[in-house]
């Protein structure tokens, strides 16, 4: 008895001090789409997968660049700004280190493309829902009703629908997917900006659109990761260069979804606030403002002082899960 118990003591002790090695071989996932697609992958697979094309996002590109649109102008003299805005639901993205999310994207990515009139302008969306179910466009401001992409559900692999109607007002604005459930085309990611700017143009500034957005990847109606522009910290470990004496805009929307409020916080700097920037005139001049759901606004600011300083949301839980960034400022002096 006393040798069975030695033997088995020898035993257990090389066992936990010298696993077996081939067991740590990462462990390989195959999952099959509801069109037949397989996939293989190492990676977390969260919520349905739909196909294995993975999307690719570069948060850098989306903060400077605005869609002006084709460009002519009508008979009367009114300026025509024409879009093409293509609609997909079966796209994979990689929002965090091996965790890949079925994204449901407006031109290939999330958020869609920003896109920007002059008030007054004729704004003329071309939509094609390319997905596998029923989508539509819902621009927030002044449009009539058949406009409203609401009760006008444009149908699957290949639906087209044209929306039309004067820009304006003057301002920041949400455009989403308004099929029910609701919930779900946004918190999978059909949005994006649309910028109405006023026929006197503001003043010259470094501009950059942000969009807050959170994404539930095990479907509990909780967000697993804030962002801003959709990839948590990436502007932690990529800051934004500015230059000092610089004025700065910032497009702000907030389209997380599930959370009733968000908040925007900027260190060592105040900013003047401009909400939904429809008037010229700022409201408050601070360094938080606290936002629900598609709410928006324009931030104006400059430093003076080179350095890196934060920008993040003052929840604690947004900011620890990814919702957090940093501005580096350089001496223009020294730069130019």
């Known amino acids: 008895m006393l040798f069975v118990l030695i033997v088995t003591a020898i035993l257990t002790t090389f066992y936990f001090a010298y696993p077996n090695s081939s067991s740590a071989k990462t462990e390989e996932k195959t999952f099959l789409s509801h069109n037949g697609a397989v996939i293989t992958t190492t990676g977390d697979i969260l919520d349905p997968v739909y196909s294995a094309q993975t999307l690719k996002f570069d948060p850098d590109k989306y903060l400077r660049e605005f869609n002006y649109g084709r460009v002519s102008e009508l008979p009367n003299g009114t300026t025509l700004r024409e879009f093409t805005i293509i609609a997909n639901d079966d796209k994979i993205m990689e929002i965090s280190p091996g965790v890949f999310y079925n994204v449901w994207t407006f031109n290939g990515t999330v958020p869609g493309p920003t896109i920007r009139a002059t008030e007054g302008d004729l704004v003329r969306i071309h939509f094609i829902n390319n997905g596998t179910r029923s989508h539509t466009m819902h621009f927030h401001g002044i449009h009539p009703a058949e406009m409203d992409g609401v009760f006008e559900s444009v149908g699957a692999k290949g639906g087209k629908f044209t929306y039309e109607w004067i820009a304006g007002p003057v301002g920041v604005h949400p455009y989403h997917c308004h099929v029910m459930p609701l919930e779900e085309h946004i918190v999978h990611g059909l949005y994006g900006v649309y910028i109405v700017d006023p026929k006197q143009s503001r003043p010259p500034a470094d501009e950059m659109v942000m969009v807050l957005n959170g994404f539930d ?28 004496n610089q004025l700065i805009r910032v497009y702000v929307v907030n389209m997380v979804e599930f959370d009733p409020i968000n908040n925007f916080h900027l260190h060592g700097n105040l900013y003047h606030y401009y909400p939904t920037g429809t008037s010229t005139v700022p409201s408050t001049y601070t360094d938080m403002i606290t936002l629900s759901q598609t709410e928006r606004g324009i931030m104006e600011f400059n430093y003076s002082y080179p350095g890196k300083y934060l920008f993040h949301a003052h929840k604690v839980e947004f900011s620890e899960k990814g919702w957090t960034g940093l501005f580096l400022v350089k001496d223009k002096e020294k730069t130019s």
Do not use: K, L, M, R
């Open 217 to 244: 990847t095990d479907s509990d109606a909780e967000n697993n990761f804030y962002a801003v522009n959709t990839i948590p910290f990436y502007y932690q470990h990529h800051p934004i260069q500015i230059s000092t």
